[in-house]
Nanobody, 126 residues
Framework: QVELVESGGGSVQAGGSLRLSCAAS??????MAWFRQAPGKEREGVAA???????AYADSVKGRFTISQDNAKKIMYLQMNNLKPEDTAMYYC??????????????????????WGQGTQVTVSS
């Protein structure tokens, strides 16, 4: 069984930073990702690990967010810098690729992922 637990969310002012953590059991490594969902909007991919250290980022976060993993601790991180009010959302960790070829486009879509965490809220004020 795969379990994903997010933490690290909070409230910050625009320009600030947060680091989200996703503690994983049952699966860790390739095919893990961060998603977010703002009120009234669809869930969208933020950053994702594929195979052979391939990484995908949404255009809206490139240069500001960094996804990383600590293999010893089995924790995936999302370092978020220069946060903007439009980054306000519930952030989710996802894992296990369940279909189709991995690409930088498919990695940021919801359907291929089989397991999800409960989410952690990020609020950015202007």
């Amino acid at each position: 069984q795969v379990e994903l637990v997010e933490s690290g969310g909070g409230s910050v002012q625009a320009g600030g930073s947060l680091r989200l953590s996703c503690a994983a059991s049952g699966h860790f490594g390739n095919y893990m990702a961060w998603f977010r969902q703002a009120p009234g909007k669809e869930r969208e991919g933020v950053a994702a690990f594929g195979y052979s250290d391939k990484i995908a980022y949404a255009d809206s976060v490139k240069g500001r967010f960094t996804i990383s993993q600590d293999n010893a601790k089995k924790i995936m991180y999302l370092q978020m810098n220069n946060l903007k009010p439009e980054d306000t959302a519930m952030y989710y960790c996802a894992a296990i690729w369940s279909g189709g070829a991995w690409s930088e486009i498919s990695a940021l879509t919801v359907d291929p992922y089989a397991y999800w965490g409960q989410g952690t809220q990020v609020t950015v004020s202007s």
